[in-house]
């Protein structure tokens, strides 16, 4: 369904995507990561065609984004990251004027806004101007228009970025109920869990570059389907760099990062660790309030490879 | 058919935006009103004075040639009667002529005037004037630069040329600025090609009726806010330009193409509908003649908001940032008034500027309207429209260009 090869984008003497490759097949759900700056949003307006790469090539079904930019962008819905809508237009209206951009007119067109406003849980409030909306209302309305073509790639950047919980499932449902009717899905976002939820096969991006992908089982084996234990400490004389480096004395097989009173690590032979660790805590005289350990998830797996969690 | 969307989108967010609808189509009638209010009485006056029908004036023709002869009789005289009231007199009676309010100018015939004429060299005339006589002065300087040519088609214009002269005092209030004496004899120096300029330039109907300091007024300011409404309106489009929305729509099948062509559409539309309210407006409340033609008025309405809508598109096109453009619009738009006669008549202007307001929008379209007003047939007008278009078409293919040139289709 989407072919990217080689892409690259500088800006000036900044090379901001560094030869990008993906290869999304048909249905298939797609969750791409990465912090601020990673380059997720360059990447993406060149697959919608609003950047024009330095380098690479971008192929939609079997139209050429850059050779024929309007037959590869009737394929694809695009949901931004911020509301792209008039607000002192209705839902209705928002829907009728994105519907007639994509070239739907007369009944079909009506009919295709009843049934997208019902998906996207507002038919009752069809006639409302979206100004009067709630955030997470905004959001639907705004998928709601990039999916009244029906298109069959859809791309998603932080659809649910400040919205209520209630608001966050009905999306997630709604994207889970489109992907399993058939339509790819590219979705960023900073919640782990919910690229966990939705996608069938993850990419890591960081520093304009995909550092890996694969499904979600296949990026935890990377951390060896290890565990993460997190120990809470009491208040300490020790500094941070201080404390990682005694115990990264005494365990050096061991990563450890530590982030206010929170001390993690990622391994799988927790059991065995744990002892060692607390009896190293106990001889620095430190005091442990809370041990956890739970199974290694996206953010650790992020964590592994570039260094920094995701909301650095 | 997306063009016309983006049009019915754009018109509709227009109409739901209260305050942008009262600013753009109330004030332009709540601020002729008010001033058209506190006005009234100085307009008033202006245009009793203007219903003079003649000046007293005095010649002292110290040449005495057959030349002088010509100049005093046939032209002064005979051709000027209607406006000029001469009187030979010698100039040891002209104080005496100028204290007892006799006459408000002296017309002095210096002697080689005959042969400066002859020798087809530029032959000088002195004016002396009590108090403001700068109406006299034009005329006089307008009659000597038409003796020097002694083409008797333009013999002919020289009086049309006076009348008009006279009714555009009544149509300002104020008098041609031609009050010190060496501007008139620097402008009789001019030579003959000034006054084929002049010629050219004035479109003269017999019959014409008067346009009054209220008309003028109205009109000025009519055209004026069709430029600040454009402003506003091309300030919300960069405005739109930052925004998602404008993004998102060439993700879909619109092309920036489209697009400039569907903002262009609501521009016109928006601006045809606050010139109607305005044209309609003085005319119900303070009864603004906007002249007879139905039709004259339609094409000058269209002509005018299609050249005024290309040439904010065109700015707009210049200009990437909302708040550039808003901090440039009030200063550009004051300018542009000014110099399209929004404020003072074009014709009190430097011919240099005169030349340049020849292709603004805003002076086209003044221009149009005064010239119905005073009763102009479609055949008077339309090349004036027809600038205003080809105007309006190279702006708007510049804008066209430079959308283009950023990268079409894609990189918008």
């Known amino acids: 369904m989407l072919q990217v090869s080689g892409l690259k984008k500088q800006f000036l003497n900044h090379e901001v995507v560094k030869g990008i490759n993906l290869d999304i097949k048909k249905g298939e759900a797609y969750g791409l990561l990465g912090p601020n700056g990673a380059g997720k949003s360059t990447t993406i307006s060149m697959i919608c065609g609003l950047l024009k790469p330095t380098e690479g090539s971008i192929k939609i079904g079997e139209f050429d984004m850059i050779k024929q930019p309007k037959k590869a962008q009737q394929k694809l819905g695009i949901v931004p990251q911020e509301i792209a809508l008039y607000m002192p237009m209705t839902a209705k209206e928002n829907l009728m004027f994105w519907g007639r951009m994509y070239g739907l007119k007369g009944v079909p067109l009506k009919a295709r806004v009843d049934e997208v406003l019902d998906i996207i849980g507002l038919f009752d409030r069809a006639d409302d101007k979206v100004e009067t909306f709630s955030g997470g209302m905004k959001r639907r309305v705004n998928i709601g228009a990039a999916i009244l073509h029906q298109p069959e790639l859809l791309i998603m950047d932080e659809p649910t970025v400040g919205i209520d919980p209630q608001s966050r499932n009905h999306i997630l449902e709604t994207v889970k109920t489109l992907n399993k009717e058939g339509m790819t899905i590219i979705y960023t976002s900073h919640y782990m869990e919910e690229v966990e939820y939705l996608c069938s096969r993850i990419g890591i991006m960081d520093h304009g570059q995909l550092l890996t992908e694969g499904t979600l089982t296949e990026l935890k084996q990377m951390l060896n389907d290890g565990n993460e234990i997190i120990i809470q400490l009491a208040s300490r004389k020790i500094t941070d760099e201080e404390l990682i480096l005694r115990l990264h004395t005494k365990m050096p097989q061991f990563s450890f990062t530590i982030v206010g009173d929170t001390l993690r690590t990622i391994t799988p032979h927790s059991q065995v660790i744990l002892t060692t660790l607390l009896n190293e805590l106990t001889v620095m005289n430190l005091t442990v309030t809370s041990i956890e350990i739970k199974e290694a998830n996206l953010e650790n797996v992020f964590l592994h490879l570039t260094g920094r969690t995701l909301r650095d | ?412």
């Open chain 2, 1 to 412: 058919m997306l063009a016309f969307w983006v049009f019915v989108k754009d018109f509709l967010i227009f109409a739901r935006n209260k305050q942008t609808f009262i600013l753009l189509i109330a004030m332009p009638l709540m601020l002729i009103a008010i001033l058209g209010a506190a006005l009234s009485g100085l307009i008033q006056n202006s245009d009793e004075e203007a219903k003079l029908s003649s000046f007293n004036i005095a010649v002292i023709d110290k040449d005495q040639s057959e030349e002088s002869f010509f100049f005093v009789d046939d032209i002064l005289i005979d051709r000027l009667f209607s406006v000029l009231n001469v009187t030979k007199m010698d100039e040891s009676k002209l104080d005496h002529a100028f204290k007892t309010e006799q006459i408000t100018l002296a017309v002095i015939i210096p002697e080689g005037f005959g042969n400066a004429i002859e020798q087809h060299d530029k032959p000088s005339l002195k004016l002396v004037s009590q108090g403001d006589a700068s109406i006299e002065e034009s005329i006089i300087t307008i009659a000597a630069l038409h003796y020097q040519n002694l083409d008797l088609a333009i013999s002919k214009i020289v009086e049309k040329v006076t009348r008009t002269l006279v009714e555009q005092s009544k149509k300002t209030g104020q008098s041609p600025e031609m009050s010190n004496l060496s501007d008139v004899i620097t402008k009789l120096d001019g030579g003959a090609n000034s006054l084929r300029e002049s010629k050219n330039e004035m479109n003269v109907r017999m019959g014409s009726k008067t346009v009054g300091s209220f008309q003028y007024y109205a009109v000025g300011m009519g055209v004026m806010y069709l430029l600040i409404t454009v402003t506003t309106l091309v300030s919300n489009i960069l405005v739109e330009k930052e925004d998602p929305v404008y993004l998102r729509q060439f993700v879909s099948n619109l092309t920036p193409q489209q697009y400039l062509l569907g903002k262009y559409l609501s521009l016109i539309a928006i601006t045809f509908i606050q010139l109607s309210i305005t044209i309609i407006g003085t005319n119900l409340l303070f009864n603004v003649d906007w002249g007879d033609s139905i039709l004259c008025i339609l094409f000058t309405m269209l002509t005018t908001t299609i050249s005024t809508s290309a040439l904010g598109l065109f700015i707009g096109s210049l200009i990437k940032k909302a708040s550039t453009f808003t901090s440039m619009s009030m200063v550009s738009t004051q300018i542009l008034a000014a110099l399209g006669g929004s404020f003072v008549p074009i014709y009190l202007f430097p011919d240099w500027m005169v030349t340049v307001t020849k292709v603004l929008p805003n002076s086209l379209g003044l221009q149009m309207f005064l010239d119905i007003m005073t009763g102009a047939t479609f055949a008077d007008i339309w090349q004036e429209g027809v600038i205003a278009l080809v105007v309006s078409l190279l702006l708007f293919a510049v804008s066209w260009i430079r959308l283009s040139r950023k990268g079409g289709a894609i990189h918008v």
